[in-house]
């Protein structure tokens, strides 16, 4: 059985120059719900090669692309997928989890005081020592030198504005936001299926 033989034996490359970049660990592929757009922009949906190659045997996956390269089991040859669709759809959570990485995204990763990309941390809007809670209504992103000066006061005390007030996103704005914040590597096969106005590498 291919899928076994698959799991059992490594595949073989041909790479005569030994580059590390064309192991296939570096041969993720795009996962897309069943209506062809990502399952998340941020972070991207990525399977690793042995996942994608499991789920087509399944038959849970379409392939939509494929790098050039081969695996190979002792009675079977496959490209590796770039790009999969499931076959069923996948319904996103209407609300992201309250994560400090979420939050950063949510604003952008800058301060909401000043602006600053550096140094970022949260702070509580109205201070949790005047009965502030955690939340996503009462925490922004805050960069470390606004934070120390906004110590346990509100805004208006500290005559600090805020660049946005905060809210509860959802998973949609946050995918939106995210589009804003591509990763360092795109395959070319996943062109036609990502926003992101950047360009390709080679």
Partial sequence: MFQQGL?????????????????????PALVLNADYTPLSYYPLSL????????????DRVDIVASYER???????DMQIPSVIALKQYVKPSEFPAFTRFNLFLRDRFSCQYCGSPQHLTFDHVMPRRLGGITSWENIVTACAPCNMKKGGRTPKQARMNLQVPPIRPTNWQLQERGKGFPPNYLHETWRDWLYWDVELEE
């Fill in 7 to 27: 799991i059992e034996t490594r595949a073989r490359l041909a790479s005569a120059d030994g580059d590390p970049t064309r192991k296939l660990n570096n041969c």
């Fill in 47 to 58: 399977w690793p090669w042995q996942t994608a190659i499991k789920a087509v045997f399944l």
């Fill in 70 to 76: 081969l695996v190979h089991s002792p009675s079977f």
